[in-house]
């Protein structure tokens, strides 16, 4: 079932998913060549603790971590580690903070140092194309306006759209009704209506749209090991468009601080 959320529910779910974009500011900061991934998990867990509040994927499931981090080919549910980040490299981290009994829920694909300019542009064009999902999650639309949108546009670029995994409803679970898909058919699935609160969440391949699954049973890749990016938003549907709770915001003051050119 989908659980409609209130208005009070929904500030409660925008607190959290602003926190979740704290974070990954904190993220913003540092990540640069030489980091080990393990050491963003690190200071995020710690930022999140810091401001009263609980890792949202650290035990969900079994995941063992704070963020999954997720390096080129690396689609999402990358484990932290040793790995030390590369000049060329793009990294996708996604967070999740349960404060107050709710969830938030946002991801942002980062550049480490220079990076291929057709890898940018796959950057960028997510990013749109995660924007242009959103506009399409207004009051009386239907889920596959959401993933008509997003296919649409990525789809003209050549980039193939992730099947396997899917946004969400998201509120007292991480996970809830309904899935959003980033393909579909226009004026099909679930109607939308003010009082559903949705991640949504772009997963788009340079290469083919198939992947894979690593030996560690989480990491998801692409098949033919081109990069992929992925930008989530928690967002509340409204009447014309749909409201984005969390934000890129405190990311990009940190990226532009750093002279880190923003896509
Ligand atoms: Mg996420
Ligand atoms: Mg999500």
């Known amino acids: 079932m989908i659980y409609f959320k209130t208005e009070e529910e929904i500030e409660l779910i925008r607190e959290s998913s602003l ?22 998990d690190e200071l995020a867990e710690t930022f999140i603790r810091d401001n009263g509040s609980v890792p949202g994927f650290k035990g969900y499931n079994g995941f063992p971590f704070t963020l999954c981090i997720s390096v080129n080919e690396q689609v999402v549910h990358g484990f932290p580690g040793e790995r030390l980040l590369e000049e060329g490299d793009i990294v996708s981290v996604d967070c999740g903070v349960l404060k107050n009994g709710f969830y938030g829920d ?34 009386g639309k239907r889920v596959g306006d959401i993933g008509y949108t997003i296919q649409h546009y ?77 930008y989530e938003h928690t967002v509340a549907v409204r009447h014309g468009k749909a409201e984005i709770l969390s934000s890129f915001r405190y990311i990009e003051e940190e990226l532009v601080k750093r002279g880190i050119e923003l896509i």
């Open 19 to 40: 926190l979740v974009g704290k974070t990954l500011a904190e993220v913003a900061r540092v990540i640069g060549p030489g980091i080990k991934t393990i050491a963003l």
């Open 106 to 139: 946002s991801a942002y694909t980062f550049p480490v140092g220079e990076v291929k300019a057709e890898t940018l542009d796959l950057m960028k064009r997510t990013k749109e194309a995660l924007y242009l999902g959103i506009e399409s999650a207004a009051d």
């Open 154 to 230: 990525v789809e003209e670029y050549g980039y193939g759209v992730v099947r396997d995994l899917v946004g969400h409803g998201v509120g007292r679970f991480l996970h809830e009704k309904p899935e959003i898909p980033n393909y579909g058919k226009r004026g099909t699935g679930a109607k939308l209506q003010v009082g559903m609160v949705l991640a949504i969440e772009p997963m788009i391949n340079l290469g083919v749209k198939n992947v894979v699954q690593e030996s560690d049973g989480w990491t998801i890749r692409t098949a033919d090991s081109k990069p992929s990016a992925h």
